[in-house]
């Protein structure tokens, strides 16, 4: 009796110990998973910062590139005032990154306001005096380091985006952040057709 009461507590232990391992090996993989699509959830909002510094940097050089065009070309007012007009309602897009509306307003302000700047550069090809000008020069070459950092910074967020949605798709990480985190699938920043080429400015 002895021994049938010490093998069926041996047996009962086993099984303590092995539900106790079960929970502990969820547990981890919980906790992993967790760690993981926070720190993607912050690679992504960190990519998306970069866009939108490199969105700033274009809109910082605008006032000066209408105002140099402006004192060599004074009748080309509704360009400038386009130009104007678009920066500043970029400045008035306010966007939340799991927001698919917001994201697309935000595409096609740029693209409209891309294609304004193309409008505003290729204003020097009837003024020889602005296109000689060594600050439009410098002016139009900044421009165009930052068209490509845009695009640049815009593919960097859409790969991030890619890697953290899969994440929150995926079964298990599905269930972790439904339970602990309830984040949101982030949009991707698909430039308008006319965004993707950057305004010509090799003049």
């Given at each position: 009796?002895?021994?049938?009461?010490?093998?069926?507590?041996?047996?009962?232990?086993?099984?303590?110990?092995?539900?106790v391992i079960l929970i502990i090996i969820i547990g981890a993989g919980?906790?992993?998973?967790?760690?993981?699509?926070?720190?993607?959830?912050?690679?992504?909002?960190?990519?998306?910062?970069?866009?939108?510094?490199?969105?700033?940097?274009?809109?910082?050089?605008?006032?000066?590139?209408?105002?140099?065009?402006?004192?060599y070309a004074k009748h080309e007012k509704t360009t400038l005032a386009e130009v104007q007009k678009l920066r500043s309602l970029s400045y008035q897009t306010k966007v939340d990154i799991s927001n698919e509306s917001q994201m697309k307003q935000l595409a096609k302000q740029q693209a409209n306001l891309t294609g304004a700047l193309s409008k505003l550069m290729a204003v020097s090809e009837?003024?020889?005096?602005?296109?000689?000008?060594?600050?439009f020069m410098a002016l139009q070459s900044q421009l165009e380091g930052t068209e490509n950092r845009i695009n640049v910074a815009r593919i960097r967020y859409n790969e991030s985006v890619q890697t953290y949605n899969s994440t929150i798709l995926a079964f298990f990480g599905r269930i972790v952040n439904n339970i602990m985190l309830n984040y949101k699938e982030a949009i991707y920043y698909k430039a308008d057709i006319a965004a993707q080429k950057a305004p010509t400015v090799n003049f």
């Open positions: 009796m002895s021994g049938n009461d010490s093998s069926g507590l041996s047996g009962g232990v086993k099984v303590l110990i092995g539900i919980f906790i992993v998973k967790y760690n993981s699509i926070v720190a993607q959830h912050q690679t992504v909002l960190g990519k998306w910062g970069d866009v939108e510094s490199t969105i700033q940097r274009r809109m910082d050089l605008i006032p000066n590139l209408v105002n140099t065009v402006k004192g009837k003024y020889p005096d602005l296109k000689a000008s060594q600050n």
